[in-house]
């Protein structure tokens, strides 16, 4: 069984549109993340929620919005996407705070 | 703000040598965990391996070692009788005790020459 998984795993759209990104973890983990790996494989973390309540919010456009519909699940939507918004985006969980973070496969998100 | 520092951009060893990866990062604070994650081309990250820094033993996972020092604030991972299975991408990350926000540095590309 897969600890995090991310659905889609390959997302190619134009500028402009809205997509979403779903995240869910079968850990029973209490936090969730979303970072983003850009272009020269740097991670940044974007976000993070903690039963449900977002927790960290990072410099990131407010085209970006997460969402915790429970704690198991943590989906990334984004408006008007932009050429700059390509990258590998990656859901991660944690047991909680101060404890090491479990990845997920990655969404390779192309904007043509 | 905490940062880490990974100096090596690419690395490369011969299958079932040594390699040392280094890592140094700052901080002031005196709670925080350290970690290295591999992100092999399936572009999966993997946790390697994890110190907390009030151990004061270095932390050890089959070939996997650190060289944890805390007052020269480096953290470098040991890859000891390297497989092929071993090239990947490998990040090392610092996470401050009580937050959620791990910080990574850029990577370091270890390739392994059979």
């Known amino acids: 069984d897969t600890a995090v998984s991310q659905t889609p795993k390959y997302l190619v759209t134009q500028m402009g549109n809205d997509k979403s990104i779903k995240c869910e973890q079968n850990l029973g983990h209490d936090t969730m993340y979303w970072y983003k790996q850009d272009s020269k494989k740097f991670l940044k973390i974007m976000f993070s929620?903690?039963?449900?309540?977002?927790?960290i919010n990072e410099t990131v456009p407010n085209r970006f919005s997460p969402k915790s519909p429970d704690k198991a699940h943590l989906n990334l939507h984004i408006n008007s996407l932009e050429l700059g918004d390509s990258a590998v985006y990656f859901c991660?969980?944690?047991?909680?705070?101060?404890?090491?973070?479990?990845f997920g496969p990655g969404t390779r998100l192309t904007v043509t | 703000a905490q940062t880490v520092t990974q100096s090596q951009p690419e690395m490369s060893v011969q299958e079932a040598e040594t390699v040392t990866l280094s890592c140094t990062y700052d901080?002031?604070?005196?709670?925080?965990?350290l970690f290295w994650y591999k992100q092999p081309p399936s572009r999966q990250m993997i946790l390697v391996i994890r110190q907390e820094a009030y151990k004061q033993q270095n932390a050890t996972e089959n070939r996997f070692s650190v060289n944890f020092q805390k007052a020269a604030k480096s953290f470098s991972l040991k890859i000891s009788d390297s497989q092929l299975g071993d090239a990947a991408m490998y990040f090392c990350?610092?996470?401050?005790?009580?937050?959620?926000?791990?910080?990574f540095g850029k990577g370091t590309k270890l390739t392994v020459n059979p």
């Open positions: 991660a969980s944690s047991q909680n705070i101060a404890y090491e973070q479990y």
């Open positions: 929620y903690n039963n449900k309540e977002l927790i």
């Open positions: 990350a610092y996470l401050q005790g009580g937050s959620e926000k791990l910080v």
């Open positions: 901080t002031s604070e005196s709670d925080y965990y």
